[in-house]
């Protein structure tokens, strides 16, 4: 392949076409160079690069600078005369390129033998620039045939060289991820947990307490063959290698018979305000087969289900009720639902804060009081999401009041009914 061929497509990518990934590598040789070229680690600084150019032009280094206003790339092929694209190989590139990078070369001399697109990848490659293709791109469009997700799961156990000479000589050297078990140390790997933003079609029947901020660690046991996945002390999966069809209740189970450490079991997921004030991570697990790369399952990230909004009413009683409010536009407000608030302690918080604000008394049970258009005071629930139906929170829960906020804090009723529906 001629380096012209590469740089024709490159340049087309750059401004948008898909020309570099559709580009044919049939021998691994070319793809190497390609890739090297590319992605190379070997690079020099935009100073350095720049410096040279301005010793041979024979003017102040900041004159260059004041001569840069896009991509350092473009600036240097600015200098290529040439009107003809080059007739070297990509390798015979790639060897000039690695003499650039050892300083044995000359600006000037280098940028007669290039066409200006030519110049414009190679200077691109020099100093480093981000290209228009992802490595991981690159690769997988090496070999159409092959699984996009054998090639990113391989590149945790492989290098991008060596998955370039499996793919034109031994795709066995690959990994499928669906075959985890045939290579197991090849699943050391923390499997991605999705934050659980609303209410999904999937398994959220149990769910696990994971302690240690949830933060896991994952290691094989060669000698009983068990992938073991654990947060501090407390086993959180496991699968074996052997048995890969395995649900989460039964490998938990297999791994209990044999050992005594503390598992973190799947439990019914228990009612919305409970599970918002567990201390530990909580987490909506697959509960099927094991899978290293497929994601976990979901994380229950509080915080992003707790919203400001306004006390608009209250009804005191052995239960305390509260209306909330999200605004809409400047200063207007929208009915979102109601809470209930069940703890002594929690409602003791709530009627003293409007005693104070209000003056008013809170102990007269079972009658709404209205607080005034003028008065914000900010309450902080946590709802799993907004019914689109009704424009109502799902399962509010009470999480406190807010002294240090007012108006400009409460949640957008727009923004409010978008959160959990993305």
């Known amino acids: 392949m001629l380096f012209t061929d ?29 890739y090297e070229i590319l992605f190379s680690n070997e690079t020099l600084t935009e100073r350095k690069v720049l410096s040279k150019v301005a010793n041979e032009l024979e003017v102040p280094y900041e004159i260059v600078l004041e001569l840069l206003d896009k991509r350092v790339s473009t600036l240097l092929a600015s200098e290529s005369s040439a009107s003809n694209p080059c007739d070297w190989g990509i390798e ?28 414009r990848l190679f200077w691109s490659s020099v100093i480093g620039e981000q290209q228009p293709i992802s490595a991981l791109r690159f690769l997988r469009r090496l070999n159409t045939s092959i699984s996009p997700d054998i090639i990113s799961s391989s590149r945790g156990f492989l290098t991008d060289k060596e998955i370039i000479h499996a793919v034109y000589n031994d795709v066995n050297l690959l990994y499928d991820p669906k075959l985890w078990y045939q290579k197991p140390t090849a699943a050391l790997r ?20 994971i302690p240690n901020n949830g933060i896991v660690s994952v290691e094989y046991n060669e000698g009983e063959d068990v992938i073991i996945e654990k947060a501090g002390d407390v086993i ?3 699968a074996y290698p052997k048995h890969p069809k395995l649900s989460l209740k039964e490998r938990l189970l297999k791994y209990s018979e044999s050992h005594d450490e503390e598992i973190a079991w799947p439990l019914p997921t228990p ?59 400047i200063d207007e407000f929208l009915d979102v639902g109601f809470c209930g608030v069940y703890i002594e302690s929690e409602k003791s918080s709530i ?39 009704s424009g109502a929170l799902s399962k509010p829960s009470f999480v406190e009041i807010d002294n240090e906020m007012g108006i400009s804090d409460v949640a957008q009723y727009v923004d409010l009914v978008g959160v959990g529906n993305e």
């Open 236 to 238: 959180t999966d496991v």
């Open 190 to 209: 923390k499997r991605r947990w999705i934050p659980w933003s609303k209410y999904k079609s999937v398994d959220i029947e149990v769910y696990q307490s």
């Open 92 to 119: 015979d590139m790639l060897k000039i390129r690695n003499a650039v990078i050892e300083g044995e070369y000359s600006f000037l001399e280098l940028s007669k033998q290039m066409n200006e697109i030519d110049a």
């Open 6 to 34: 590469l740089a024709n497509a490159w340049e087309r990518s750059r401004l948008g076409d898909r020309s570099l990934s559709s580009l044919d590598f049939n021998e691994e040789s070319t793809a190497l160079y390609a």
């Open 351 to 389: 009627a003293f804060d409007i005693e104070r604000i209000l003056g008013a008394n809170t102990e007269e049970v079972n009658r709404w009081k209205v607080i005034p258009d003028d008065v914000c005071i900010v309450i902080r629930v946590s709802s799993p999401f907004v019914d689109r139906r």
């Open 271 to 329: 009612s919305w305000d409970s599970i918002i004030k567990h201390e530990n991570t909580v987490r909506f697990p697959n509960t099927g087969g094991f899978s290293p790369t497929e994601y976990g399952g979901y994380v229950l990230v509080k915080q992003s289900h707790i919203h400001n909004l306004r006390l608009a009413a209250y009804k005191h009683g052995d239960v305390m009720e509260i209306k909330l409010q999200a605004i809409d536009g």
